[in-house]
């Protein structure tokens, strides 16, 4: 569970990269998810995932908005990811160990942009938020 301190750092830190990274940061994520875990790209074989794709920058946008949306709900998140639970786990099928992986990219993305604002509490705290992410995400598979 998130404590009202963990909130308020994920706020804030979400804040602040929407402000001051690159507008395709999601993007980027994704970037590194397909050089860093391969395997992940069998989920898209209907993009271009090549440096510079225009898909993966459009779909790092709505990742990261569905990232947002999810800030902006920290006390109902799962309310806030049922949708995106119901298409991953009905209709796209992703096996939910990638959720974990995509996470570990959006934290270097923010880690590498922040810098030192990307301390080692914000960094705990926005970690809790992204395993709750997941685990809403991983809710349907049952
Ligand atoms: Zn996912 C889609 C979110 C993870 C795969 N996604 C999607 C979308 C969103 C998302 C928002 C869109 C929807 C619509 O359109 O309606 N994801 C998300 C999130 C996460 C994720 C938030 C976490 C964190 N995914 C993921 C992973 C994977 C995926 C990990 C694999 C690997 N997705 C996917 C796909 C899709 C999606 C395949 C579809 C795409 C197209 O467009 O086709």
Redesign the pocket.
């Known amino acids: 569970m998130l404590t009202d301190g963990d909130k308020k750092l994920v706020t804030q830190i979400w804040e602040k990269a929407t402000q001051s990274l690159p507008e395709d940061f999601g993007g980027e994520a994704l970037e590194r ?1 397909f050089i860093v ?1 391969p395997q ?5 074989p ?2 271009d995932l090549q440096h510079g794709s225009e ?1 993966v920058r459009a ?1 790092g946008k ?6 947002g949306n ?1 800030v902006k709900n920290l006390d109902n998140i799962s309310q806030a ?1 049922s ?2 639970s119901n ?2 786990a009905y ?2 099928r ?2 939910p160990v ?6 570990q990219c ?1 934290q270097v993305v923010l880690a590498a942009h922040l810098g030192k604002d990307y301390t080692a509490e914000v960094h705990a705290a926005f970690d809790k938020f ?1 395993s709750v ?2 685990d809403k ?1 991983a809710e349907k598979y049952r």
């Open positions: 998810l875990y992940t790209k069998t989920y898209f209907h993009f898909q779909h709505k990742v990261a908005t569905a990232l999810a990811l949708e995106l298409l991953h209709n796209l992703v096996d990638n959720f974990k992986l995509l996470s959006f992204l992410v997941c995400l």
